[in-house]
């Protein structure tokens, strides 16, 4: 049994890292993809997780099953496709760390997954079965994820949902729009960033934009805030979950580390998310804001997902 599978995107990030003696800006590979980020954070802090996507044979893709297999992530998911090249990001930092993104991905492996070759066994063993929103950008993955969502319904998994948004992977806003908003009323745990409000709900205010998607169909709502923290929100309330201070070096999968903090301890909880409170939902968030603050500290988003050992160092300091 899996505490947590995750359908999606493995990636590399060349993320920016100086200048070399020419002055030409540098790049360092790091193994990345918001769902496989999310699975790192979980397998760091103690739970076993499952990955279900596709990437080349090439050199990238060799290279991002051992990182996956490192970390003990269950690849019986994961297809090696001779015939795709794995899908690479280009990303930019400023000097706070934020970041810009250019995508290698026309098409990517990540977006070949078809349908038939979902791991039906690994999402029945699963307990949470989660998905981002670039699995739903082109065919046949959107189709793959549709499908792999109702066998996870089917089976009686935890539905889980972080949507991504890339203006650059998508036609227009609107089509955007139309697609990561169709798997909404599916969900049962949902994560947003501030950002993403108004592409979501139409509504830009965080307390406002989690009413409507509660009302939409998850039962649990989180917004991260940035370095103020998150929202969060059930059907009893909704609260405010400050973050931890933290000198931020790269940004890459904060939202990821902070949903993989989220989930893991909404399975250490063991509550079914329609009986999950807010004060319980808070205490969720507060162990993802912990991750999400050590996350930020060093460059990467797989390399840097912190260990269980730091992240209760820094809840009880």
Same mark, same amino acid.
């Given at each position: 049994?899996?505490?947590?599978?995750?359908?999606?995107e493995?990636?590399?990030?060349?993320?920016?890292?100086g200048t070399?003696?020419?002055?030409?800006?540098?790049?360092?590979?790091?193994?990345?993809?918001?769902?496989?980020?999310?699975?790192?954070?979980l397998?760091?802090?103690?739970?076993?997780?499952?990955?279900?996507g596709?990437?080349?044979?090439?050199?990238h893709?060799?290279?991002?099953? *051992?990182?996956?297999?490192?970390?003990?992530?269950d690849?019986?998911?994961l297809?090696?496709?001779?015939?795709?090249?794995?899908?690479?990001?280009?990303?930019?930092?400023?000097?706070?760390?934020e970041?810009t993104?250019?995508?290698?991905?026309?098409?990517?492996?990540?977006t070949?997954l078809?349908p *038939?070759?979902?791991?039906?066994e690994?999402?029945?063993?699963?307990?949470?079965?989660?998905?981002?929103?670039?699995?739903?950008?082109d *065919?046949?993955?959107r189709?793959?994820?549709?499908?792999?969502?109702?066998?996870?319904?089917?089976?009686?998994?935890?539905?889980?949902?972080?949507?991504?948004?890339?203006?650059?992977?998508?036609?227009?806003a609107?089509?955007?729009t139309e697609?990561?908003?169709s798997?909404?009323?599916?969900?049962?745990?949902?994560?947003?960033?501030?950002? *993403?409000?108004a592409?979501?709900?139409g509504?830009?205010?965080?307390v406002?934009?989690?009413?409507?998607?509660?009302?939409?169909?998850?039962?649990?709502?989180?917004?991260?805030?940035g370095?103020?923290?998150a929202?969060?929100?059930?059907a009893?309330?909704?609260?405010?979950?400050?973050?931890?201070p933290?000198?931020?070096?790269?940004?890459?999968?904060?939202?990821?580390?902070?949903w993989?903090g989220?989930?893991a301890?909404?399975?250490?909880?063991?509550?079914?998310?329609?009986?999950v409170?807010?004060?319980?939902?808070?205490?969720?968030?507060?162990?993802?804001?912990?991750?999400?603050?050590?996350?930020?500290?060093?460059?990467?988003?797989?390399?840097?997902?912190?260990s269980?050992?730091?992240v209760?160092?820094?809840?009880?300091?």
């Amino acid at each position: 049994m899996y505490d947590v599978t995750a359908l999606g995107e493995v990636l590399i990030d060349f993320t920016e890292a100086g200048t070399s003696e020419n002055g030409m800006s540098l790049f360092e590979r790091n193994p990345g993809g918001a769902p496989a980020n999310v699975l790192v954070a979980l397998e760091h802090l103690g739970h076993d997780t499952a990955f279900i996507g596709k990437v080349g044979t090439d050199m990238h893709g060799v290279f991002l099953r *051992e990182v996956l297999e490192g970390e003990r992530i269950d690849c019986t998911g994961l297809i090696s496709d001779p015939d795709c090249f794995t899908t690479l990001a280009f990303v930019g930092l400023s000097p706070a760390g934020e970041r810009t993104f250019s995508f290698a991905r026309k098409p990517g492996a990540d977006t070949q997954l078809a349908p *038939e070759e979902l791991a039906r066994e690994v999402i029945a063993s699963s307990k949470v079965f989660h998905v981002g929103s670039l699995s739903l950008t082109d *065919e046949p993955v959107r189709s793959a994820t549709h499908a792999a969502i109702k066998l996870a319904r089917e089976a009686g998994c935890t539905l889980s949902y972080d949507p991504n948004y890339r203006a650059n992977l998508w036609p227009s806003a609107e089509v955007a729009t139309e697609h990561m908003r169709s798997i909404v009323a599916d969900m049962d745990l949902m994560k947003i960033s501030d950002e *993403e409000c108004a592409l979501m709900t139409g509504i830009s205010d965080p307390v406002q934009a989690s009413a409507l998607l509660l009302e939409s169909g998850p039962k649990v709502v989180a917004v991260t805030l940035g370095g103020s923290g998150a929202l969060v929100r059930t059907a009893d309330g909704v609260r405010e979950v400050p973050g931890f201070p933290a000198k931020v070096v790269d940004t890459t999968g904060a939202g990821d580390s902070f949903w993989g903090g989220f989930l893991a301890a909404f399975v250490e909880n063991g509550r079914a998310a329609g009986d999950v409170t807010v004060e319980e939902a808070a205490r969720f968030a507060r162990m993802g804001n912990a991750v999400a603050s050590l996350c930020v500290r060093s460059r990467g988003g797989i390399p840097a997902m912190p260990s269980r050992s730091d992240v209760e160092a820094l809840l009880t300091a």
